[in-house]
């Protein structure tokens, strides 16, 4: 079973940013990052997540349509399972409460730093082994 990391971020150069840093990993098999340009598209990938280990959530905050914030508690209620770090460019301790008040794991600041954010990748997938 192949283990799935979600990113939800509706700038479309994160994907390329995220892959760039996790090559090795995705290369190797050892996870596989799935992107969603919405929070819509990231509940029903969610929901189609049922057949495969989704071990975490990763959403930015500000997005058009449905926010981070929103998102949250819907995909907790689809997969209470599943941890979710949100990520914002504003890491105001408001925005802070907020997240973790609705079940957020951690919340991470832009620009993201991808050594804190590959050591909580490896605890998933150390979990999920």
């Given at each position: 079973?192949?283990?799935?990391?979600?990113?939800?971020?509706?700038?479309?150069?994160?994907?390329?940013?995220?892959?760039?840093?996790?090559?090795?990993?995705?290369?190797?098999?050892?996870?596989?990052?799935?992107?969603?340009?919405?929070?819509?598209?990231?509940?029903?990938?969610?929901?189609r997540a049922r057949e495969q280990s989704l071990i975490?959530?990763?959403?930015?905050?500000?997005?058009?349509?449905?926010s981070g914030l929103e998102l949250l508690p819907r995909a907790k209620?689809?997969?209470?399972?599943?941890?979710?770090?949100?990520?914002?460019?504003?890491?105001?301790?408001?925005?802070?409460?907020?997240?973790?008040?609705?079940?957020?794991?951690?919340?991470?600041?832009?620009?993201?730093?991808?050594?804190?954010?590959?050591?909580?990748?490896?605890?998933?997938?150390?979990?999920?082994?």
């Amino acid at each position: 079973m192949s283990l799935v990391i979600l990113v939800v971020d509706d700038e479309a150069d994160v994907e390329q940013l995220f892959r760039q840093q996790f090559r090795r990993e995705l290369r190797s098999g050892r996870f596989a990052i799935e992107f969603a340009q919405s929070a819509v598209a990231a509940l029903e990938r969610i929901e189609r997540a049922r057949e495969q280990s989704l071990i975490l959530v990763l959403s930015d905050i500000n997005m058009p349509g449905m926010s981070g914030l929103e998102l949250l508690p819907r995909a907790k209620n689809l997969r209470p399972d599943v941890p979710v770090i949100m990520i914002t460019a504003y890491g105001d301790s408001e925005t802070k409460r907020k997240a973790i008040e609705q079940g957020a794991e951690a919340l991470l600041t832009k620009p993201i730093d991808f050594d804190n954010l590959r050591s909580e990748i490896d605890l998933r997938v150390a979990s999920a082994a």
